[in-house]
């Protein structure tokens, strides 16, 4: 049974390297250890005398949910740390499990950047109240500490979804619990940037994104400027 939809989206990295002043987000993005993703306006840009079509990529969007305590929660409030999103639901039979635990170990490895990352799983059930979402934490022994479980309207969440480059919507097929949706964790920079996606079922996919969020961590002090 397919679970998890995901837009194909291409990864591209800019290969300009003109010695002319650019701007910071374009030069960020050109001397980036991680590659850009997600949504690009075209901008010209002169190199070696000549214009050339560049991608400039753009940060996603900032939103706002209630979280597992019942305090609002606003993303734009953790620039400056690097987040990794999934989008869940607590009913879940199949791949939420999985993705839970494979969160978990991420976030265990990398504890000694609790100050510098956030984990955030988005519910997309509306009967998934805080306190509900606190029982699954419980239910998980999950250490919350810079770990956000955020719920909404569920209209808004899909928006999210959408912008985020995953597909969340209903399911007419009784297993799946009124819900299909994507597996995949997205790795965001401290400026909202989407820099890596990762399949949250698979060992080695979430091995990767470990490996990629220490790698994204020595970009810090870009985010500070």
Same mark, same amino acid.
């Given at each position: 049974m397919k679970y998890g939809v995901l837009i194909l989206?291409?990864?591209?990295? &800019? $290969?300009? %390297? #003109?010695?002319?002043? &650019? $701007?910071? %987000? #374009?030069?960020?993005?050109?001397?980036?250890?991680?590659?850009?993703?997600?949504?690009y306006d075209e901008v010209l840009k002169e190199v070696d005398g000549e214009d050339q079509v560049a991608k400039e990529y753009n940060p996603l969007r900032n939103f706002t949910l209630t979280d597992q305590y019942g305090e609002q929660f606003q993303s734009k409030d953790l620039r400056g740390k690097m987040m990794v999103v999934d989008f869940f639901f607590t009913r879940c039979p199949g791949i939420c499990p999985k993705m839970?635990?494979?969160?978990?170990?991420?976030?265990?490895?990398?504890e000694d950047l609790r100050n510098d990352v956030q984990f955030v799983s988005v519910s997309i059930d509306d009967q998934d109240s805080s306190s509900v979402l606190r029982a699954y934490?419980?239910?998980f022994g999950i250490n919350d500490e810079n770990w956000s479980f955020v719920h909404g309207?569920?209209?808004?969440?899909?928006?999210?979804?959408?912008?985020?480059?995953?597909n969340v919507f209903?399911?007419?097929?009784?297993?799946?619990?009124g819900f299909i949706h994507s597996e995949h964790f997205l790795l965001l920079d401290g400026l909202g940037y989407l820099r890596g996606m990762y399949n949250g079922t698979e060992t080695?996919?979430?091995?990767?994104?470990?490996?990629?969020?220490?790698?994204?961590?020595?970009?810090k002090e870009q985010w500070q400027k």
């Open positions: 989206i291409t990864i591209i990295l &800019a $290969s300009c %390297n #003109s010695k002319d002043e &650019a $701007s910071d %987000n #374009s030069a960020k993005q050109e001397n980036s250890s991680l590659p850009y993703m997600g949504h839970t635990n494979q969160m978990k170990r991420a976030q265990t490895v990398t934490i419980e239910k309207n569920e209209k808004y969440i899909r928006g999210v979804g959408y912008d985020y480059k995953v209903e399911s007419d097929v009784p297993a799946d619990s080695e996919e979430v091995d990767k994104l470990i490996e990629d969020i220490r790698t994204l961590h020595k970009e």
